[in-house]
């Protein structure tokens, strides 16, 4: 453990608010990801970010947000818009083109 | 985009025995092939990859085959114990949004093991 680190750990919201989810990372990794995981679904791929001060939408974007302004660090934001928000969410990162990605612990979203 | 297909969904087999996971994928580009592992709860971890230059490649009691020419590729578990049951992830790269390597998923296979 530790290199990738997600807060909090488990996260409650009313509908109709935004919230922000936090990934930080300490190995020095250029590319940053945001997956989503629902039970049977696999990981789909919401947001992510090849270095700083840029980022592409994935799979899934809409109702999302993000920002990379530093190299450490990779927030999404679920907003409002999003339909269906509650969900297991995991930040990953990897080291140029050793392809291998490694996963945050994980927040797990609650909205009702 | 990459589309990635996993089955079973669910394996079940006797402690001791041999366990296949097959996965197939569309993309004829994709050229790097990982294998993870989620216990309930957890985060994903890698156990094995593969890239598309190679055909087998073995660690320990797991190893995973590529076959390019039929776009699929498999993970074996020999000699399966407790601790291998969880969630087994594989995924291919994809060229997402024109660009980068990020990673198209399978659904999964929840592996048991019965002692």
């Known amino acids: 453990d530790g290199g990738i680190t997600q807060s909090p750990k488990y996260l409650f919201r009313k509908e109709g608010q935004n919230v922000t989810l936090s990934c930080e990372q300490n190995l020095n990794h250029d590319a940053m990801y945001w997956y989503r995981q629902d039970p049977g679904q696999g990981l789909r791929l919401i947001y992510y970010s090849q270095i700083v001060n840029d980022f592409q939408k994935g799979d899934i974007a809409e109702g999302y947000s993000v920002s990379r302004e530093k190299k450490e660090s990779f927030p999404l934001t679920v907003t409002s818009a999003q339909k269906n928000p509650t969900a297991f969410y995991l930040c990953a990162s990897r080291l140029g083109p050793t392809y291998e990605q490694y996963f945050g612990p994980g927040t797990r979203l609650t909205v009702t | 985009g990459e589309n990635v297909e996993q089955h079973p969904s669910t394996l079940s087999v006797q402690e001791g025995d041999s366990a296949v996971i097959k996965c197939t994928y569309s993309d004829s580009a994709s050229n790097y092939f990982p294998w993870y592992k989620q216990e309930l709860g957890k985060r994903p971890q890698l156990i094995i990859d593969i890239r598309s230059n190679v055909g087998e490649k073995k660690d320990q009691r797991i190893a995973v085959t590529l076959n390019k020419t039929a776009k699929h590729f498999s993970l074996h578990i020999t000699e399966t114990q407790p601790e291998d049951s969880a969630v087994y992830f594989c995924?291919?790269?994809?060229?997402?949004?024109?660009?980068?390597?990020?990673?198209?998923f399978g659904k999964g296979t929840h592996l048991i093991i019965q002692p």
């Open positions: 995924a291919a790269t994809s060229r997402v949004g024109g660009g980068a390597d990020g990673l198209t």
